[in-house]
């Protein structure tokens, strides 16, 4: 085992940090903490992590890449390793290095070390020696942020990793002009893959993947999140039943959701649920990042349950290409970005009925823990007579009632007129942080 880590030690330094395309996810390292990143599959850790460390080489947090143990345990000669094996990790990484080299700042990376028992007092022992920083990867149904904050005690600051945001949408497909100077060419090239987003989605391999293989590459995404994520990862009994159901949200993407149609739903198809197991497979599907919820806005708990919650799939195109919707469902779509954006800021995001007609804002946007201060009502196109009507009803009694927020209309079309309510192209909205 020392000479397979040796290798595997060495390799790394040999090789170089490999090619990647720049995040903007900021990960945070907290002094005497190990830094986690988690997300969702297929979301592009892995290479998050190598941005980490030629920032940190860049930075001079690091003065070479031989201060750097890295160790992928995906590797089926590391995923043999034992508890016991762990402790040679350190002591072999240290027999590299010079004596001076020893005595400065040291990063250790370790991606999916989770499938070692035990792994969980070896990063904290490495913790303790004030010089070096430990950082792990891995997904979320093993890196669950209650679940390692038991594990290490308290000792671990979390950075959470979703799919691609739009300027990384762009980034990813050799777009860099800056938001604040774009020709008009550049515009019409960014609208181009706005539609190119909402057609494949967030996910890093779709950016280069064709069209006549997204479906199929996002279809074996899905499988892969039931099978390692729900049926094995928390051993679930019946794992037809599960499948049928996480299809079911992808189904109701940018849609009412409640606990209580679904199980009648599904026992309508055969599978005989308890009210509890639905409840406990929403809520593993949103610890997996599988999906994101928003409930009603209230400060009441009780208004909160009762009424329904609005979900969201983590890629709008994986939920499209499962479902086997014949037509494109663009404005469920575009919605979903917009609540991905949102969330990726670190808002907190609900939704509202208004008047006696319960007219739904489809978003109401706080800072945790504070009032809210803007509402948005997102659309394909408000020219229509009918459409504007219709979003601005609600838009309008909202406002009447809570003058201190900011409401505003995002449509995929570009605004032709002015209205009561300032509309917003998507495009700008998910460039502009200030469109908000």
Same mark, same amino acid.
């Given at each position: ?6 290798e ?5 330094h040999?090789? %170089?940090?490999p090619?990647? #395309?720049r995040r903007?996810a #900021?990960?945070a ?5 190990? !830094?986690?990143i988690?997300?969702g599959r ?8 190598y941005?980490?460390?030629d920032? /940190?080489?860049?930075?001079g ?19 043999a390793?034992?508890?016991e ?11 590299l290095?010079?004596?001076?080299? &020893? ?10 070390i989770?499938? +070692? ?6 990063v ?11 950082? +792990?990867t891995g ?9 390692? $904050?038991r594990?290490? &005690?308290g000792? !671990?600051?979390?950075? &959470?990793?979703?799919? /691609?945001s ?7 497909n ?9 020709s ?7 609208r181009?893959l706005?539609d190119?987003?909402l057609?494949?989605? %967030? @996910?890093p ?8 293989i997204?479906?199929?590459?996002l279809?074996? @995404?899905f ?15 019946s794992?037809g039943?599960?499948?049928? @159901?996480?299809?079911d949200?992808l189904?109701?993407?940018?849609c009412?959701?409640?606990?209580k ?8 198809m ?24 928003a ?11 009762k009424?329904y &919650?609005?979900i969201?799939c983590?890629?709008? $195109? ?6 086997g919707w ?6 469920r779509?575009l ?15 609900? @939704?509202?009925?208004?008047?006696t007609e ?5 978003f109401? +946007? ?8 803007a509402?948005i ?5 408000i020219?229509?007579?009918? +459409?504007? %009507?219709?979003?601005?009803?609600g /838009?309008?009694w909202?406002?009447?009632r809570n ?18 309510v300032?509309v ?8 502009d942080?200030?469109?908000?």
């Amino acid at each position: 085992m020392d000479s397979l880590l040796k290798e595997r030690i060495l390799d790394f330094h040999q090789s %170089g940090i490999p090619a990647y #395309t720049r995040r903007d996810a #900021t990960v945070a390292h907290v002094k005497d903490m190990v !830094t986690t990143i988690v997300g969702g599959r297929k979301t592009g850790k892995t290479y998050l992590t190598y941005q980490v460390i030629d920032d /940190l080489l860049k930075s001079g947090g690091l003065e070479s890449l031989r201060r750097v143990c890295y160790l992928h345990f995906d590797d089926e000669a590391l995923a043999a390793m034992r508890q016991e094996d762990l402790a040679g990790i350190d002591r072999v990484f240290l027999s590299l290095l010079e004596k001076e080299e &020893r005595e400065g700042a040291l990063l250790f990376v370790f991606d999916e070390i989770h499938r +070692v028992q035990g792994w969980e007092n070896f990063v904290l022992r490495l913790k303790k020696r004030p010089n070096w920083l430990v950082m +792990v990867t891995g997904s979320t149904v093993d890196l669950e942020e209650d679940k390692v $904050a038991r594990q290490l &005690r308290g000792k !671990t600051f979390t950075n &959470r990793l979703h799919p /691609l945001s739009f300027k990384e949408f762009l980034r990813f497909n050799g777009f860099n002009s800056s938001p604040d100077r774009m020709s008009s060419a550049d515009r019409a090239a960014a609208r181009g893959l706005l539609d190119l987003y909402l057609e494949k989605g %967030g @996910y890093p391999a779709a950016t280069v993947v064709d069209r006549q293989i997204l479906r199929q590459l996002l279809q074996n @995404y899905f499988n892969s999140i039931v099978a390692s994520d729900f049926i094995l990862g928390r051993d679930i009994q019946s794992p037809g039943a599960c499948k049928a @159901y996480l299809r079911d949200l992808l189904q109701k993407n940018a849609c009412p959701y409640t606990h209580k149609k679904e199980l009648n739903n599904l026992r309508s198809m055969g599978f005989p649920l308890a009210p509890k197991t639905v409840s406990e497979w929403f809520t593993w599907a949103e610890e997996s990042y599988f999906l994101g919820s928003a409930g009603i806005q209230s400060p009441s708990p009780k208004r909160v349950a009762k009424n329904y &919650r609005k979900i969201y799939c983590c890629d709008w $195109a994986m939920a499209n290409s499962v479902t086997g919707w014949s037509e494109k469902r663009i404005s469920r779509s575009l919605e979903a970005v917009v609540y991905w954006h949102l969330v990726r800021q670190g808002f907190s995001v609900s @939704y509202d009925l208004a008047g006696t007609e319960k007219a739904e804002i489809d978003f109401v +946007v706080s800072r945790h823990g504070e009032r809210p201060f803007a509402a948005i009502q997102v659309c394909m196109d408000i020219a229509d007579d009918v +459409v504007e %009507g219709r979003e601005l009803k609600g /838009l309008a009694w909202y406002a009447k009632r809570n003058p201190d927020v900011a409401c505003r209309v995002i449509t995929l079309a570009e605004p032709r007129r002015k209205l009561a309510v300032p509309v917003v192209s998507a495009l700008d909205f998910l460039l502009d942080h200030d469109k908000l």
